[in-house]
């Protein structure tokens, strides 16, 4: 049967081990939004960039469909 004192040490390793992934796991929620945000940044600039190039197609001229030759 395990002492006082080996069950003593056993907790303050666990309540270390509990801080340290607790640490871990701020540092991973912080990089998970910053992420998420430089994702939604991307997708805005994309979906402004589309939005331009389909504006710029627009004002390019029709083609006929059978042009002559």
Do not use: F, G, Y
Not at 2 to 31: C, G
């Amino acid at each position: 049967m395990p002492s006082i004192n080996d069950l003593l040490d056993r907790v303050e390793r666990l309540l270390l081990r509990h801080a340290e992934i607790k640490r871990t796991n701020a540092l991973l929620e912080a990089q998970v939004q910053a992420l998420t945000l430089e994702r939604d940044n991307l997708r805005s600039r994309l979906h402004a960039a589309r939005a331009r190039v389909e504006a710029l197609l627009d004002r390019l001229p029709q083609e006929p469909e059978n042009p002559a030759p």
